[in-house]
């Protein structure tokens, strides 16, 4: 027998394809609205400790790849067209009843996605959300960076409960 719990409602295809297109939608539109009324790496202050920050990569994640001459566009497209063609596939054969990791998949998609969309039609992604401690400035990034974050943290979130399953009943018998 499968050591995931079978007992749990399955999840839905189609509403997982409705968060991801949903986060899709909303990471365009965030960066639309960011794009028209910020100024590049202008910070405009929200609260303490978070801010709007328009800035503009044209590499991966935390610039890596940035000044690297334009070639970088299309190496990051297609491994982006493949992650998420994989994604796509994961999620179309996943067993039903894994609902953490579908709701994961369906995160990381969507996210994927969102980058793609900016990485195909301007050749960059268009970040906005800056959290800053102090002189100190994390990352900045944008609602598809976060949902790809939040989708490995639950990835992870999923491993170690089916570690702790798995563990429980191979002591069990």
């Known amino acids: 027998m499968d050591s995931k719990k079978t007992s749990t409602k399955p999840f839905s295809l189609l509403a997982l394809f409705t968060l991801s297109g949903l ?7 965030t960066k639309y609205v960011s794009n028209s009324n910020l100024t590049e790496h202008m910070p405009v202050a929200v609260i303490p400790g978070f801010d709007l920050l328009l800035a503009y990569n044209r590499g991966a994640a935390f610039s890596f790849l940035n ?3 334009g070639w970088q ?8 067209i493949a992650v998420s063609g994989f994604l796509l596939a994961w999620l179309i054969k996943l067993p039903k009843t894994q609902r953490l990791l ?3 998949l369906a995160l990381i998609l969507g996210g994927a996605v969102g980058n793609l969309i900016d990485r195909m039609l301007a050749g ?3 970040d906005f959300i800056s959290l800053y401690f102090m002189d100190y400035r994390f990352a900045t990034f944008n609602i598809a960076d976060a949902a790809i974050s939040i989708g490995a943290a639950l990835m ?3 491993i170690v409960i089916d570690f702790r399953r798995s563990n429980a009943a191979n002591t069990a018998t």
């Not at 566009?73 to 982006?80: F, H, V």
Request: without cysteine.
């Open 23 to 29: 986060i899709v939608v909303v990471d365009q539109v």
């Open 67 to 69: 000044d690297a001459g």
């Open 73 to 80: 566009r299309w190496l990051l497209t297609g491994i982006s």
């Open 102 to 104: 579908g709701f994961a």
């Open 124 to 126: 960059y992604v268009i």
């Open 156 to 158: 992870i979130l999923d």
